[in-house]
């Protein structure tokens, strides 16, 4: 149990296009998800909380206008980069939580996104 | 900030347990110590975590201090495959929020 699937696994995009990252948790519910981005060789950074049915949160110094997050469902939260430029290319990382984010944490596999 | 401090590295041979450290001194009453594990370019994977007893599973052991200010993840029988980076987290009370500090590059060694 506790599976979180991401979409794509990898995608290769032309600067200035936006790019869509499906989360998904495939056998809980999950109220609240997160959003995290990690450059090579650099920890996690959190970028925004998802919250199901309301406005995500975004932590300091994150681009709301340029990091779309809708949480739709109780199932599915996407994260979209808009107007994409080569510095946000990088690994982004959701990870779900029943229990409005009380419970454990499950991490999907991550999406690795090049701008060209 | 995160909350946690830790060993940058460490190596353990094969077979032998694996002791990794956390320090988590200004955890609060009611905070948990979670541990996971990020193998290279994959998502974290959910070790264990804790509250105030030691913890067991099929995986590790979890080992808190009576105030709580430490932990240690214990990998009984390191195996070439726990080779990944390390990270203990306390998420911020009232936040569930993650914050990743830089973790223990764990190499295990044949």
């Known amino acids: 149990g506790a599976v979180v699937s991401q979409h794509p696994s990898w995608v290769i995009c032309k600067s200035g296009t936006s790019v869509k990252i499906e989360c998904r948790s495939l056998d809980f519910q999950a109220t609240t998800m997160f959003w995290y981005r990690q450059f090579p060789k650099q920890s996690l950074m959190l970028m925004a909380t998802?919250?199901?049915?309301?406005?995500?949160?975004?932590e300091q110094g994150v681009e709301k206008d340029k990091f779309l997050i809708n949480h739709a469902s109780l199932t599915l939260s996407t994260l979209t980069v808009t107007s994409a430029h080569p510095e946000d290319s990088s690994f982004y990382i959701c990870?779900?939580?029943?229990?409005?984010?009380?419970?454990?944490?499950?991490f999907g596999p991550g999406t690795r996104l090049t701008v060209l | 900030d995160a909350k946690t401090t830790q060993p940058p590295s460490m190596d353990c041979a094969e077979g032998r347990a694996a002791n990794l450290p956390c320090n988590h001194s200004?955890?609060?009453?009611?905070?948990?110590v979670y541990w996971y594990r990020q193998i290279h370019s994959q998502g974290p994977q959910y070790i264990i975590h804790?509250?105030?007893n030691n913890e067991t599973n099929e995986m590790a052991s979890l080992i808190i201090t009576e105030d709580r200010k430490s932990s240690t993840l214990i990998l009984p029988h390191a195996t070439l495959r726990d080779t990944a980076v390390y990270y203990c987290i306390v998420p911020r009370e009232g936040t569930y929020k993650y914050i990743f500090g830089t973790g223990t590059r764990l190499k295990v060694l044949a």
């Open positions: 998802s919250n199901e049915g309301s406005k995500a949160t975004y």
């Open positions: 804790g509250l105030k």
């Open positions: 990870s779900a939580g029943a229990a409005g984010g009380r419970d454990t944490q499950y």
């Open positions: 200004t955890i609060s009453g009611n905070e948990y």
